[in-house]
């Protein structure tokens, strides 16, 4: 019965982020984190434009608090946004971005290689993102593109500190698949030794 309680949680957790994810896809949402306490259950929702999440006198977030109780059944939700301070850093952010943009027939080798500049810019430590699909237009067979940056981290225990998203992009010409993996400028990996460390 314990099992069951948690597995209903986990979907019910699942449907609410996929339930912000539509109705807060203008507003660039990237997650949020859940805090139950006797009083209420305080949901932060990180967005890179917390205006929209907002709404004009609040309007959205006092729409949404309603629907999240009503449909979900949440005892007093306090729902609060938390902007994203640096959308480059944040995988979820970039690839909603780059999707956007593939999707919008924008060249696949400008949007890669402008926006794994802009992520190692903003202080990356290193960046991989890996493009799927129609890359060549109609008629063009289907293709992989990878491009990194940097540092990249994907084997072993430490690979959980590794930010990673996905998502699909849809021009005119095929699906796009687009996977991108960042580490953030303060992460640090146990086994990554300086070598001003290994003179002194």
Avoid at 6 to 23: H, W
């Amino acid at each position: 019965m314990i099992e069951r309680y948690f597995i209903e949680q986990g979907m019910k957790k699942i449907r609410l982020e996929e339930y912000f994810k539509k109705e807060l896809n203008r507003a660039g949402f990237t997650g949020m984190k859940v805090n139950k306490t006797p009083l209420v259950t305080r949901i932060v929702l990180s967005v890179a434009k917390p205006g929209l999440a907002i709404g004009k006198k609040g309007k959205t977030i006092r729409l949404l608090t309603e629907e999240v109780a009503e449909k979900f059944g949440i005892e007093n939700p306090q729902i609060e946004i938390q902007q994203i301070e640096k959308p480059e850093l944040d995988a979820k952010a970039m690839v909603d971005k780059i999707t956007a943009l593939l999707s919008r027939g924008y060249s696949w080798r400008s949007v890669a290689y402008r926006s794994t500049d802009d992520i190692m810019n903003a202080g990356a430590q290193g960046v991989e993102l890996v493009l799927k699909g129609k890359l060549a237009g109609k008629g063009g067979r289907k293709r992989k593109e990878r491009i990194a940056k940097g540092y990249m981290k994907k084997a072993g225990e430490q690979s959980y500190l590794v930010d990673f998203a996905k998502g699909d992009a849809y021009p005119k010409a095929g699906a796009i698949g687009v996977k991108l993996r960042i580490i953030k400028p303060d992460v640090e990996f146990p086994d990554k030794v300086k070598i001003s460390e290994l003179i002194k």
